[in-house]
């Protein structure tokens, strides 16, 4: 991951999405792989101040790409206990979702509804199970 870091950070590489194929490949983008990787191993704690400084980082024009950070932190903050402040995440992978037609966001985002389920008296936790559900 750090190598493949570096490379993103070429000075010649604005990360904007001009040069055209792996151009996604921004520093912000390898670090939520980095902030997977977390998640995969448990480890939630460690993916949500990564995910929420990629997401930062991440640039406007690659609105799936913020859409799979945006799931990828509701499913952190829900795994690390902390629900409440992975609702508005899920809603707007949500939105990203449809508007783009994001099977990949979609079923991130679904992900992060099913790790909110143990939480339903969580404000917008029920709403966002039905905005899923009809999706």
Not at 24 to 53: K, M
Request: net charge neutral; with cysteine; charged share 20%.
């Amino acid at each position: 991951m750090d190598q493949a870091e570096s490379f993103a950070a070429r000075p010649e590489d604005a990360g904007d999405g001009r040069s055209g194929h792996g151009d996604f490949a921004t520093p912000a983008y390898l670090e939520g792989q980095r902030a997977n990787c977390w998640l995969l191993l448990g480890r939630a704690d460690r993916a949500v101040p990564i995910l929420s400084t990629a997401l930062a980082a991440m640039p406007q024009i690659y609105r799936r790409d913020r859409g799979l950070l945006q799931a990828r932190l509701a499913t952190a903050h829900a795994r690390a206990g902390e629900a409440d402040q992975g609702v508005d995440h899920a809603l707007q992978a949500l939105i990203v979702a449809r508007s783009g037609g994001s099977a990949r966001v979609l079923h991130e985002t679904i992900a992060a509804v099913d790790a909110m389920r143990s939480s339903p008296g969580t404000p917008g936790v029920a709403e966002l199970i039905r905005a899923v559900a009809q999706s």
